[in-house]
Each structure stands twice: as structure tokens, then as C-alpha cells.
């Protein structure tokens, strides 16, 4: 078990993922037809050429993605019941193939869960940065986390 039990999780306590990702030509093509977006934006590099940015998006729906798993493994692997939803997801730059992520999360918000003891709400904030250190993804997500078992 390598994720965090709720009760050993602390508000504002940040993570900084040591797994670092450059994003493939393949992430990006197998991702977008995968999902059935057909969007130019992500699969025609002659179209995107004359576009304000010159060049083929990394689908925002893998980028978001990729930011949660590399989480995962430090924060709920083991130790999540459910995954209960995203919220404020921003992309405020592009990401580009050939970028490489760096993951950070922060505890933002705790409480009980009324109807499991055994269990809490934890909110984290995930934070994804390109090799040039500018932010290109956030979100906050909430999750139901198992306690630590007694006994």
C-alpha cells in the first residue's frame, strides 16, 4: 500500500511527485482517437501550423488525466474507496508534445464522512508544471479515503 491514510493526511501538506513525464506523439494521437476526438487541434499538424500556436495540442482531457495518475501512487493507491469528482479544472497554458510534467498535490480540505466512519473526504489540489516551471493544468478532486484500520 503506498497511498496516505485519511487520518495521516494533513491540510496544506504538498506532494512532489517524483514521476516526471514527456509527453509522445503516440500519447497524444492513441489518447484523442481512443476518445473519438477528431478535433484538428490535436491531430493535424499542417492545419495547426497557420494556428496562434503553431504547432499540434496535447489533448487537455489527457493531460488532466496524466496529472491525477501520477498522483496516485503517492496519495490514494490502496487507501481510496471512490473517486467523488473534479472541480475547477484549468488548462492556462498549451502543452505541447515533447513537454515533460511535473506533478505537485496539496491537501486543501479534510473532514469526517457522516455516513462511514472508517472513512473521510480529503480535497486535493493538483498542480501540473512544464519543463519551464509554467503551470499548464490544475484541478481540485475529492475523494472518499480509508482510515487507518484498527488494530
Known amino acids: ?31 484523442t482517437t481512443m476518445t473519438h476526438n477528431p478535433a484538428q487541434l490535436h491531430l493535424d499538424a499542417e492545419y495547426m501550423k497557420d494556428s496562434d500556436y503553431g504547432q499540434v495540442l496535447v489533448n487537455s482531457c489527457f493531460t488532466l488525466g496524466l496529472m491525477v495518475g501520477v498522483s496516485v501512487g503517492d496519495t490514494t493507491l490502496g487507501t481510496a474507496i471512490a473517486n467523488l469528482g473534479w472541480d475547477e479544472v484549468r488548462f492556462p497554458k498549451p502543452l505541447f508534445v515533447g513537454d515533460t510534467l511535473r506533478i505537485e498535490t496539496e491537501v486543501i480540505e479534510l473532514r469526517e464522512s457522516k455516513s462511514r466512519p472508517e472513512a473521510g473526504i480529503v480535497t486535493f489540489a493538483h498542480r501540473a508544471y512544464n519543463q519551464h516551471g509554467d503551470l499548464v493544468a490544475s484541478c481540485k478532486r475529492s475523494g472518499l479515503q480509508h482510515k487507518r484500520p484498527k488494530g
Open 1 to 31: 500500500m503506498a497511498g496516505v491514510w485519511f487520518d495521516e493526511l494533513e491540510v496544506g501538506q504538498v506532494f512532489d511527485h517524483a514521476i516526471r513525464r514527456t509527453v509522445t506523439e503516440t500519447d497524444n494521437l492513441l489518447f
